[in-house]
């Protein structure tokens, strides 16, 4: 992936965490992301602690569960 992630990408991403989210880490985040994986509940699961993780933001359970289910549902 050689685009540059949009500069309103990144400061949507930064407004809502709180916190500056680097380019790098949201490239390297959005290229291991695929259908498949959007099908798989464990994969789901450690994509949404990679945004967190790189974002610095803690997840709660809750909050995954509801995540998971928003995109197992939606087909996102």
Do not use: C, F, H, Y
Request: glycine residues 4%; aromatic residues 0%; hydrophobic residues 35%.
């Amino acid at each position: 992936m050689d685009k540059k992630i949009s500069k309103d990408v990144l400061n949507s991403v930064s407004k809502k965490t709180g916190k500056p989210v680097s380019e790098a880490s949201l490239k390297k985040i959005a290229q291991k992301v695929s259908p498949d994986i959007m099908q798989n509940e464990a994969q789901i699961r450690q994509l949404i602690k990679q945004v967190s993780s790189a974002a610095g933001v803690p997840v709660s359970e809750d909050t995954i569960k509801e995540i998971v289910g928003a995109v197992k549902k939606e087909r996102i």
